[in-house]
Nanobody, 115 residues
Framework: QLQLVESGGGLVQPGGSLTLSCVGS????????IGWFRQAPGKEREGVSC???????YYADSVKGRFTVSRDKGRNTVYLQMTSLKPEDTAVYYC?????????WGQGTQVTVSS
């Protein structure tokens, strides 16, 4: 059974950086696109970034130029490097994999951008 576990969140000042990790266990992530989503209090979950199985990337306009998604197949891990963080980036961040029969989500990691 595939499981996804996010880590790397925390409290950071505006303009700071964080790198989130999404580690897969129970199955390889190699053949799947992995998405990063976030949900702020009182708001709907929104897509932030995605990386395809062969490394193609996508970014929401709100994070383009500030966030970078990458994957390390040897570590079965996908990363989201976040720079120039803004208070509006505050949210719980989730990674996601859409399998053949179901969608998998991690438990989320909190990112708070505040001075």
């Amino acid at each position: 059974q595939l499981q996804l576990v996010e880590s790397g969140g925390g409290l950071v000042q505006p303009g700071g950086s964080l790198t989130l990790s999404c580690v897969g266990s129970g199955n390889t992530l190699d053949y799947y696109a992995i998405g990063w989503f976030r949900q702020a209090p009182g708001k709907e979950r929104e897509g932030v970034s995605c990386i395809s199985y062969n490394g193609n990337t996508y970014y929401a306009d709100s994070v383009k130029g500030r966030f970078t998604v990458s994957r390390d197949k040897g570590r079965n891990t996908v990363y989201l490097q976040m720079t120039s963080l803004k208070p509006e980036d505050t949210a719980v961040y989730y990674c996601n994999l859409d399998g053949a029969t179901r969608s998998y989500w991690g438990q989320g990691t909190q990112v708070t951008v505040s001075s």
